[in-house]
């Protein structure tokens, strides 16, 4: 919550689910398949990535761009969620005087300032782990190379090339000898890094990781998603892509063209280049892509149509079913939105689909439906006193039935027992 207050997300629905499915890969092979980790991306251009208490990772957009292929961000992502499954924070909380409020108020203070002031935000880290004595210190490196151990197992066990960790690290390595550019890198302020730690990590591959995948499509074509995301002239963007010679030009510079005209505004000349991507090569994204072009020129009943028949394909997949129910939204079909997203809850549950249904109930005239869903949205964003407050507006509804208001106050309830744990755990 502090974090969402006072930095900008990357909101992209593609990306973000894009992240969670490969992060969850890991996870699956992780040695606690069963914690439940929530990963996020900041638009912050440092490299940098971080573990917190209770599951939560992070990454910068920065550490997601200087990354070249999926296993180097797959190898980042192994090494958090291995501090996490192996308890480094907690054990290091153990060991040390420092209260884990104090911690934690550290961490986050460093990352909200090193948003803007690289070594500002690294000197306050430090700062916090100053008052730990010399052997957390070096408990902190054992850590890393434990982390490691344990990132490329998961990465090999999961399908992916860990020799993408190794590299990554490298590289980082080598550019703070060479350019001398740590300050701008709070990873290597964080996550201590030597030339033994990057041959270690290195001679535990073995020769058959060179025959598992290191990219992926979807990860090149995040990357361009993010690229557009951040750049500051979507213009010159525009003018780079167009200008970059033949042999470079493929399906990621023309989707990244796409994008970047569209969110430029040039929505009827992104048409063709989406046209001749989606006959080039299938892919949910550049048909979710056209769907959009479609809306931006005027044309709902080909971007419906599209989106309808991506849906089938696609029924269980997060980004079609919210880009198809906002454009029935948009439609007035609102029975239809309805009916699409209590489907899809049934087995996702995710704060985007509750917002969208909620959209649809108010503007069908169900208020008391449309409050429980914004409720269940803010639940799952972690905002329990919202979601309290919205299943009191909706008792507070005319000619409720006896069952609706006993779900009502069951829920409640249920929300109250929740706000009175955090008030004991924030105390």
């Keep these: 919550q ?126 916090s782990t100053a008052a730990m004595m010399q052997s957390q210190i070096n408990f902190t490196r054992h850590n890393e190379y434990e982390a490691d151990r344990i990132a490329i197992e998961v990465l090999r066990n999961a399908g992916i090339n860990p020799q993408g960790m190794a590299d990554f690290f490298e590289t980082l390595l080598e550019k703070t000898e060479s350019d001398n550019v740590l300050a701008q890198m709070e990873y290597l302020r964080t996550h201590p890094l030597s ?8 001679h535990r ?28 002239s979507l213009d010159q963007l525009i003018k780079n892509i167009r200008a970059l010679p033949n042999e470079q030009q493929n399906l990621v510079s023309s989707y990244m063209l796409a994008i970047a005209l569209m969110d430029a505004g040039k929505s009827t000349e992104a048409l063709p280049v989406l046209v001749k991507l989606k006959q080039t090569h299938q892919h949910p994204w550049f048909d979710l892509a056209l769907a959009k072009a479609y809306v931006n020129t005027g044309n709902q009943e080909k971007a419906l149509g599209l989106l309808s028949q991506l849906q089938e394909l696609y ?10 129910a906002q454009l029935l939204n948009d439609n007035k079909k609102y029975e239809d939105t309805i009916q699409l997203l209590k489907k899809f809850l049934q087995h996702t549950k995710h704060p985007v689909v509750y917002q969208t249904l909620a959209q649809a109930y108010y503007a ?22 919202l979601s309290a407050q919205q299943i009191e507006n909706a008792l507070k509804q005319q000619n409720l039935n006896e069952i609706t208001r006993q779900r009502l106050e069951s829920r409640k309830q249920i929300l109250m027992q929740q706000l009175q744990r955090e008030k004991e755990y924030r105390h």
């Design 2 to 127: 502090t974090l969402r207050s006072n930095l900008p997300f990357v909101e992209d629905l593609i990306v973000n689910d894009y992240l969670n499915n490969l992060a969850l890969r890991l996870v699956s092979q992780s040695d606690q398949p069963n914690i439940s980790f929530k990963f996020f991306i900041l638009k912050i251009p440092n490299i940098n990535a971080f573990a917190g208490p209770d599951g939560y990772i992070g990454i910068h957009t920065g550490l997601f761009m200087a990354a070249k292929n999926e296993s180097e961000l797959a190898g980042v992502l192994a090494h958090e969620i291995s501090h996490v499954t192996q308890r480094h924070l907690a054990r290091a909380l153990t060991e040390s005087s420092t209260s884990a409020g104090a911690v934690f108020a550290a961490i986050l203070a460093g990352i909200l300032v090193s948003a803007q002031n690289p070594d500002a935000g690294a000197a306050i880290i430090y700062g």
């Design 195 to 202: 030339s033994t730690r990057v041959a270690e990590a290195k």
């Design 205 to 232: 591959l073995v020769t058959n990781d060179q025959l598992l995948p290191d990219d992926s499509l979807n990860f090149q074509l995040s990357k361009a998603r993010i690229t557009v995301a951040v750049t500051s």
């Design 315 to 324: 029924s269980n997949y997060l980004p079609v079913n919210i880009a198809l």
């Design 364 to 385: 069908n005239g169900q208020v008391t439906q449309a409050l429980e869903a914004t409720s269940y949205q803010y639940e799952l964003e972690g905002l329990l006193k």
